[in-house]
């Protein structure tokens, strides 16, 4: 167990629908980064919350959201879904600015049929 | 933007010898950091290793170690008697200083064989 919580782990889901992806840090953690992994693919980097404000937005569509809550908690919100949007979205947090690498959550593995 | 390249899609290795995975980086910045993750079939990423860009001397994690070479941009990860568990995707991956996000390559397919 990394100490980052994703769920649910997994999620299938029809186009046109919306869902919301959920990530715990890792207990202290301030930062917490989203990223989407397609099929054996990179990871691609969406969107940083640091103590619930938005820090760095990447390649995220409009379609997608993201909020980080009072109690450090994020929430991913994936809206108007397409095919192309099946992927794995990994939650990772990090302590604080530095050599720090990231502690990544297990998750999300997301089928949009 | 910083980027990292990995120009070996897919390597293999006999068990228990060693296999060196390549990374290049790009970035006009003096103060960053630089990792390899594996990620194994259960998709899990996991931490390997890290080098600080100020640091000369090349981080070593078990049989795990990197060649930094800083005016080459190039941050290679050696695994010495490789093992069956070894097997996994690995990402070598840059971050600036701050809160800067990481930036992953491409990955680099790694199998062991028995």
């Known amino acids: 167990d990394s100490g980052v919580t994703q769920t649910p782990k997994h999620l299938i889901t029809a186009t046109g629908q919306r869902v919301t992806l959920r990530c715990s840090p890792r207990?202290?953690?301030?930062?917490v980064y989203w990223y989407q992994q397609s099929l054996d693919q990179g990871l691609q980097f969406l969107i940083h919350?640091?103590?619930?404000?938005?820090?760095a937005k990447g390649n995220i569509l409009e379609r997608f959201s993201a909020q980080q809550f009072p109690d450090l908690h994020s929430e991913l919100n994936l809206s108007s879904l397409e095919l192309g949007d099946s992927a794995l979205y990994f939650c990772?947090?990090?302590?604080?600015?530095?050599?720090?690498?990231?502690?990544f959550g297990s998750g999300t593995r997301l089928t949009v049929v | 933007a910083q980027t990292v390249t990995q120009s070996q899609p897919e390597m293999s290795v006999q068990e228990a010898e060693t296999v060196t995975l390549s990374c290049t980086y790009d970035?006009?910045?003096?103060?960053?950091?630089l990792f390899w993750y594996k990620q194994p079939p259960s998709r899990q990423m996991i931490l390997v290793i890290r080098q600080e860009a100020y640091k000369q001397q090349n981080a070593t994690e078990n049989r795990f170690s990197v060649n930094f070479q800083k005016a080459a941009k190039s941050f290679s990860l050696k695994i010495s008697d490789s093992q069956l568990g070894d097997t996994a995707m690995y990402f070598c991956?840059?971050?600036?200083?701050?809160?800067?996000?990481?930036?992953f390559g491409t990955g680099t397919k790694l199998q062991v064989i028995p």
């Open positions: 990772a947090s990090s302590a604080s600015p530095g050599p720090y690498g990231y502690t």
């Open positions: 207990s202290g953690d301030l930062s």
């Open positions: 970035t006009s910045e003096s103060n960053y950091y």
């Open positions: 991956a840059f971050k600036h200083g701050g809160y800067q996000k990481v930036t």
């Open positions: 919350y640091y103590n619930g404000e938005e820090r």
